[in-house]
């Protein structure tokens, strides 16, 4: 018993692979550049596929220093990025057949123990740069993310790196292991370790809506969700609702993570003159992050962060975390 | 005397018949309303008052303080009040230029070539030039309250208080002309008594949104006018302090104290034969008691009244140092009694014995190396814009306190009265600022341009800068929580900046001076400020003079500069109170945003707006919100950082 609850259903689909156990169900499609369904005790966390994200809201000091001015290529980067390709192996077998007729010889029957999906991106800057994001799914539905930029001379600076999700919906809040308040890598000594538990997904109002909400030093986030998507009311297969097990969760995996947890997206935010000229918040926006520009404060016209806490896009970023 | 609409243009004209600028000491008349701590002989006007706006001074209802002027159809207007925030006027914010950049071409009179008068021929010389009394768009805001008098001050002599009117205001009673003012942030008071009456006084205040101050009052912030503080009617007893300088001083061996006093007494009736010299003997006379936070009397004294007195430094003996982590005051009390010893007046001063000073080119409290660990607050509230209340002066010390925050820069002008007591009994270190930034006489595209700097070295500009300076002084100098004068902000430098230096040193030679614009100008280093202060300089920088062998101690009167989501890196800054005794600290800025609740047309949601926001061009538009909070004072997320370091340097 022990044993098979360990495996799980691989679905060998033409256009995606099907990854099915106790309590999950995963989709990962090889046409839309990721992972496309997450789903957890009847639950989808996902909208659209998670993305590499490249770019923050300017924050004043940004703006100031013309931050922008040099690294704005990464505003592009963020929205638009091309898929290059997906590797899938199952038990350590490459299965990502290149012709869909190969797929015939499946039954439906087959199990895994360990299936790795592998996209690798390529950013629209110029040069452009490499990035490689890797699921690694257990039999009991962990997954193992790996998310590496593999640095390119001749870019710009980095606001910062990481992988946003976008969640279907407004979550009710989350929880997390960390460090107090909003911290970045340069302000971040007064942040107190602890467990917080953060109701809604507050935007901190700066008179003009920036980059705002990151938590550096993070063991672990647990996301609550809102109001699903789905028109599935009653019945068996409406939703959970309340449930203990209803939650996402990313926690580390070697090394302690950075994430932002809000309703909008970088360009939502950068678009907006004041709070209330953001739009109506009904997307959770989870950004994973493995580096994450400095703050400054020497002054705001023109000092950005010290050398230290800025993002050298020629070198490698590499980080992991679970999804559980 | 009549007003003259010209003194606006004229930089020698500040202040016409107000009464000296003095002590800001509460005074009872008897025991009762000591003890119950109510000042009887207080009449607030504060409420709504008559009023009518008006464009300019050509528009204006220049008659209108006449008794029988018809004044239906005015509006009315609550005091105090920002005349912008009652909807009249543009709600304007700019940082460095001069509000009317590109709108009006205007030089500072006396300034240039060409604009010099041939001779000193007084306010008629000024008739053409019309700068600011001419101007198409100068607005005006014309103020009438109808007022009886309170039974308690009736048959005394009357005085008015404007805590703060902005930008320069004329002042009528019953038809009469009063006095005139500038200098917004500080009291101005005048007499009234030779023209009030019990019942149905007519009060007529007239203020201009712009004159010559308007070169002295360029701070970056939102640029209102109006009454904005309180106004209030006193009576002063028979006998009355009408200043009080007392000078507590913490000793060499930094335990004992001595307490030097200097009194300048007013009569009326009676006792005021009694302040004659030509009367010795009359009986009157002056109880002075030092007690200790328990109640215990330390010292006392008794001295026959005059209208001077100075009590040479008395030994009180051990005393308890005020400071920061201790701040302990001791109670003074001046009690005037008649010749049959009835008390005539009292007047309770809480002071603080400590000691600042610098030595081995470091500054020292109580001996021991002081730190800054400050923050610049201007008064600000998201409702009232530079209207504060009480509360939000106490919720302003919860937040230090809570915060390690033990300085506060009055960046740029003299804050409301209670602030400065609040200070005292918290102890919160106070750099206590002249009411004068002029940024925009030499802060040019491409860098410093001083060729119209004011003050500068004119002589036409020379007297309003160090009234503005006396003015400072005489209303706080009783303050232990002030350790240092600053001459203002971001002014360059000149002889007029180095006059308002000697000033505060030869009145107060026991606190020292702040002015960080000398560093623009190294001409005048050795005759401006006691520090090297510096703004947003980096860390390198700092460390780079502080092993250069410096003349002077070092400290950042304006640093890690928190607009929006900022505030990192200041581990750099504190790492240097380790590396150099002589860098002893900053004043972060800055407190609070400047920005206003608006309600929001298309949500319906209350939320806060900012320069650029209220068709006010030129602007600087988010510029306005550097704070550790936000506009409605909630804290950012930056404040627990600051919390952390300035928590590691107590």
């Given at each position: 018993m022990d044993n098979i609850s360990k495996e799980m259903c691989v679905v060998y689909g033409d256009c995606s692979l099907g990854l099915r156990g106790q309590g999950f169900s995963y989709l990962f499609s090889y046409g839309a550049g990721g992972m496309e369904s997450l789903v957890k005790n009847g639950r989808e966390w996902l909208y659209r596929p998670p993305k590499p994200t490249f770019w923050r809201a300017l924050t004043d000091n940004d703006r100031g220093n013309g931050f922008h001015?040099?690294?704005?290529?990464?505003?592009?980067?963020?929205?638009?990025?091309?898929?290059?390709?997906?590797?899938?192996?199952?038990?350590?077998?490459?299965?990502?057949?290149?012709?869909?007729?190969?797929?015939?010889?499946?039954?439906?029957?087959?199990?895994?123990?360990?299936?790795?999906?592998?996209?690798?991106?390529?950013?629209?800057?110029?040069?452009?740069?490499?990035?490689?994001?890797?699921?690694?799914?257990?039999?009991?539905?962990?997954?193992?993310?790996?998310?590496?930029?593999?640095?390119?001379?001749?870019?710009?600076?980095?606001?910062?790196?990481?992988?946003?999700?976008?969640?279907?919906?407004?979550?009710?809040?989350?929880?997390?292991?960390?460090?107090?308040?909003?911290?970045?890598?340069?302000?971040?000594?007064?942040?107190?370790?602890?467990?917080?538990?953060?109701?809604?997904?507050?935007?901190?109002?700066?008179?003009?809506?920036?980059?705002?909400?990151?938590?550096m030093e993070s063991r672990w986030v647990r996301i609550r969700p809102g109001a699903g998507m789905s028109n599935v009311t009653k019945g068996p297969l409406a939703p959970p609702c309340g449930k203990e097990d209803d939650f996402l969760e990313i926690g580390m995996e070697d090394a302690p993570f950075a994430f932002s947890c809000l309703p909008y997206t970088a360009l939502e935010l950068e678009n907006a003159l004041h709070q209330e000229e953001l739009p109506p918040a009904r997307r959770t926006v989870l950004c994973v992050l493995g580096a994450v520009r400095g703050l400054g404060g020497r002054d705001s016209w023109g000092t950005g962060p010290e050398p230290a806490y800025e993002i050298d896009a020629a070198g490698e970023i590499q980080f992991c975390f679970w999804i559980r | 005397m009549e007003a003259d609409i010209r003194w606006l243009d004229d930089p020698r004209v500040f202040r016409v018949n107000q009464i000296p600028a003095h002590s800001d000491h509460g005074f009872y008349e008897d025991e009762e309303s000591f003890a119950a701590g109510k000042f009887t002989l207080r009449q607030c006007l504060d409420g709504e008052w008559q009023f009518c706006f008006s464009v300019n001074a050509g528009s204006r209802p220049a008659e209108f303080y006449r008794e029988d002027y018809d004044r239906s159809g005015w509006d009315s207007i609550p005091v105090p009040m920002h005349i912008e925030m009652a909807g009249y006027d543009k709600i304007h914010y700019i940082n460095v230029m001069y509000p009317w950049e590109g709108h009006m071409f205007r030089r500072p009179a006396c300034t240039i070539e060409g604009t010099w008068p041939e001779q000193d021929t007084g306010?008629?010389?000024?008739?053409?030039?019309?700068?600011?009394?001419?101007?198409?768009?100068?607005?005006?805001?014309?103020?009438?309250?109808?007022?009886?008098?309170?039974?308690?001050?009736?048959?005394?002599?009357?005085?008015?208080?404007?805590?703060?009117?902005?930008?320069?205001?004329?002042?009528?009673?019953?038809?009469?002309?009063?006095?005139?003012?500038?200098?917004?942030?500080?009291?101005?008071?005048?007499?009234?008594?030779?023209?009030?009456?019990?019942?149905?006084?007519?009060?007529?205040?007239?203020?201009?949104?712009?004159?010559?101050?308007?070169?002295?009052?360029?701070?970056?912030?939102?640029?209102?006018?109006?009454?904005?503080?309180?106004?209030?009617?006193?009576?002063?007893?028979?006998?009355?302090?009408?200043?009080?300088?007392?000078?507590?001083?913490?000793?060499?061996?930094?335990?004992?104290?001595?307490?030097?006093?200097?009194?300048?007494?007013?009569?009326?009736?009676?006792?005021?034969?009694?302040?004659?010299?030509?009367?010795?003997?009359?009986?009157?006379?002056?109880?002075?008691?030092?007690?200790?936070?328990?109640?215990?009397?330390?010292?006392?004294?008794?001295?026959?009244?005059?209208?001077?007195?100075?009590?040479?430094?008395?030994?009180?003996?051990?005393?308890?140092?005020?400071?920061?982590?201790?701040?302990?005051?001791?109670?003074?009390?001046?009690?005037?009694?008649?010749?049959?010893?009835?008390?005539?007046?009292?007047?309770?001063?809480?002071?603080?014995?400590?000691?600042?000073?610098?030595?081995?080119?470091?500054?020292?409290?109580?001996?021991?190396?002081?730190?800054?660990?400050?923050?610049?607050?201007?008064?600000?509230?998201a409702k009232g814009g530079r209207v504060i209340s009480r509360q939000d002066m106490e919720y302003d010390i919860r937040i230090f306190t809570e915060n390690h925050i033990n300085a506060v820069r009055t960046s740029h002008y003299p804050n409301q009265i209670p602030w400065y007591y609040l200070c005292d009994s918290h102890g919160i270190y106070m750099i206590s600022e002249t009411n004068l930034e002029t940024h925009g006489s030499w802060q040019k595209p491409g860098g410093d341009e001083p060729s119209w700097n004011v003050p500068g070295s004119f002589p036409a500009w020379r007297e309003a800068v160090l009234d503005r300076a006396r003015t400072h002084f005489e209303t706080f100098k009783n303050h232990p929580a002030i350790l240092m004068w600053s001459l203002g902000n971001e002014s360059y430098a000149g002889d007029n900046l180095a006059a308002m230096h000697a000033f505060f040193k030869e009145k107060d030679p026991d606190r020292l001076v702040h002015y960080e614009g000398v560093v623009h100008n190294r001409a005048y280093e050795d005759q401006i400020s006691d520090v090297e202060s510096r703004m947003y300089e980096w860390p390198e920088k700092i460390a780079e003079y502080l092993s250069e062998h410096p003349k002077k101690p070092f400290i950042l009167c304006e640093y890690m500069h928190d607009m929006g989501n900022s505030l990192g890196g200041m581990r750099s800054y504190m790492e240097l109170l380790d590396r150099f005794d002589m860098y002893q600290g900053g004043f972060i800025w800055d407190y609070v945003d400047q920005a206003i609740e608006v309600e929001d047309p298309v949500t319906g949601r209350r939320v806060l707006r900012y320069g650029g926001d209220f068709d006010d061009r030129p602007s600087d538009y988010e510029f306005s919100g550097n704070g550790l909070l936000f506009a409605d004072r909630t804290p950012k997320p930056a404040l627990q950082e600051v919390k952390y370091y300035y928590g590691q340097y107590q």
């Open positions: 001015l040099r690294s704005g290529m990464w505003l592009a980067a963020d929205q638009f990025i091309r898929c290059r390709g997906v590797r899938v192996t199952v038990d350590g077998v490459d299965r990502r057949q290149p012709d869909p007729r190969g797929n015939n010889r499946y039954h439906g029957t087959e199990r895994a123990a360990l299936a790795e999906i592998c996209y690798t991106y390529e950013t629209i800057t110029v040069p452009a740069a490499a990035v490689e994001v890797s699921y690694r799914v257990e039999g009991d539905g962990r997954i193992r993310m790996n998310v590496h930029y593999c640095g390119r001379e001749g870019l710009p600076g980095l606001p910062l790196f990481g992988l946003r999700f976008v969640l279907p919906t407004l979550a009710a809040g989350f929880t997390y292991e960390g460090l107090s308040g909003e911290t970045y890598p340069d302000r971040m000594a007064g942040g107190i370790p602890g467990i917080y538990e953060v109701e809604g997904l507050p935007v901190t109002p700066y008179l003009v809506p920036q980059d705002c909400g990151v938590h | 306010a008629a010389a000024w008739a053409g030039d019309g700068s600011f009394s001419q101007a198409a768009y100068n607005p005006v805001g014309s103020y009438v309250r109808i007022f009886d008098l309170d039974p308690a001050l009736c048959g005394k002599p009357v005085r008015i208080c404007f805590e703060g009117a902005e930008q320069a205001m004329y002042l009528w009673l019953n038809g009469e002309f009063i006095g005139y003012a500038e200098d917004s942030f500080t009291p101005s008071e005048f007499d009234l008594t030779p023209y009030i009456r019990e019942q149905g006084n007519v009060l007529a205040v007239e203020v201009h949104k712009r004159s010559s101050a308007a070169y002295l009052e360029d701070q970056d912030f939102f640029r209102f006018f109006g009454i904005f503080r309180s106004v209030y009617l006193y009576a002063r007893p028979a006998l009355h302090v009408e200043d009080l300088w007392a000078r507590p001083r913490l000793l060499g061996d930094y335990v004992s104290g001595s307490l030097e006093l200097e009194l300048e007494l007013s009569g009326w009736g009676k006792a005021a034969m009694a302040l004659c010299e030509e009367t010795p003997g009359h009986g009157y006379q002056v109880k002075i008691t030092l007690q200790d936070g328990e109640g215990s009397l330390r010292w006392q004294g008794q001295l026959p009244a005059a209208r001077r007195i100075h009590m040479e430094p008395a030994a009180v003996g051990e005393v308890i140092p005020w400071d920061n982590r201790r701040p302990y005051l001791y109670r003074l009390l001046i009690t005037l009694l008649d010749e049959e010893g009835r008390i005539l007046e009292l007047v309770p001063y809480d002071i603080g014995f400590r000691r600042i000073e610098i030595v081995d080119r470091v500054m020292r409290l109580n001996g021991r190396r002081l730190i800054f660990n400050g923050v610049n607050r201007h008064e600000w509230s």
